[in-house]
């Protein structure tokens, strides 16, 4: 699976509430007709955040690189998704992560290992460096 964050910072020239409305409304359903898109999350500051700082963490899980290079590659998609954006965002920073759980349900990790002991140093970079695309 991979696994595409964005950090998001709000128009600041709009209320918050207009902002998170136009972003679940037309530019949520650019990305969840997107075939290979398993998950898309948004994680919202619950509190007031300094000008100029993030206001959100969005998450976009991809089935597979296939599914990830038909998001980058289609310019319908890519264009639909900034004219939306603009509604919403003044800033967005796009990139492919690596994910590493420190801690699951019970304390323990998915292959059994106890929380806080994995050796996060072993594992090798993702292969994809290039920028991402906004969403």
């Not at 998001?71 to 590493?100: G, K, Y």
């Not at 050796?119 to 906004?134: K, M, Q, V, W, Y």
Request: aromatic share 6%; proline share 7%; charged share 30%.
């Amino acid at each position: 699976m991979i696994k595409r964050v964005s950090l998001v910072r709000l128009r600041s020239d709009l209320p918050r509430a207009t902002c998170l409305e136009r972003w679940q409304g037309e530019h949520a359903d650019v990305v969840r007709a997107l075939p290979g898109v398993v998950e898309y999350t948004l994680d919202v500051a619950s509190e007031p955040r300094p000008p100029g700082g993030w206001d959100a963490v969005v998450t976009v899980r991809f089935v597979d690189e296939a599914a990830l290079e038909r998001f980058r590659s289609d310019p319908n998609v890519q264009e639909r998704l900034r004219i939306t954006r603009e509604d919403f965002a003044e800033a967005v920073d796009a990139f492919l992560v690596e994910e590493h759980a420190l801690i699951r349900s019970g304390g323990a990790l998915d292959d059994g290992t106890a929380a806080g002991h994995r050796d996060l140093t072993a594992r090798n970079p993702p292969s994809t460096t290039s920028a991402e695309p906004h969403t």
